[in-house]
């Protein structure tokens, strides 16, 4: 079976510092892979904050997660911290992709990396909608 590929972009604007907890440990005693995405998720927050942006409110629509995909390069521990870069790119007419990439900041190992499919959504209609024009030119200025 092929294995998933996340290219990263050159440069990450974003970057942002997460603490790992032993509520994020499993079994194996590293970071469980639900919890890496619920680190991720904060990490997207925290990007969204940076552009002046809620998620549920990025030029007066919301967005919604249409997929994701992870890579995981090693394990993490409880009490490290992991340095996640965010970016966002390939966009078509209704969304975009949100690609990260995760690293241990005293060693500098990467982690994980993956990319999170986005669409824009208008919550009052229901419906999805065109990537705000402001939001496109904010994240391809940065």
Known sequence: MP???IELPDH???TTELDIYQSHINYGGHLDNAQL???VSEARARYFRSLGYHE???EGVGIIMADAAVQYKSEAFQGETLQ???AAND???KGCDLVWCMHERSSGREVARGKAGIVFMNYATRQIV???AAFRQRVTMA
């Open 91 to 93: 966009f078509s007419k």
């Open 84 to 86: 996640v870069g965010m």
């Open 130 to 132: 065109a990537v705000p």
């Open 56 to 58: 549920g409110d990025v």
């Open 3 to 5: 294995r998933i590929r």
């Open 12 to 14: 990450f604007f974003f």
């Open 37 to 39: 995405l619920t680190l």
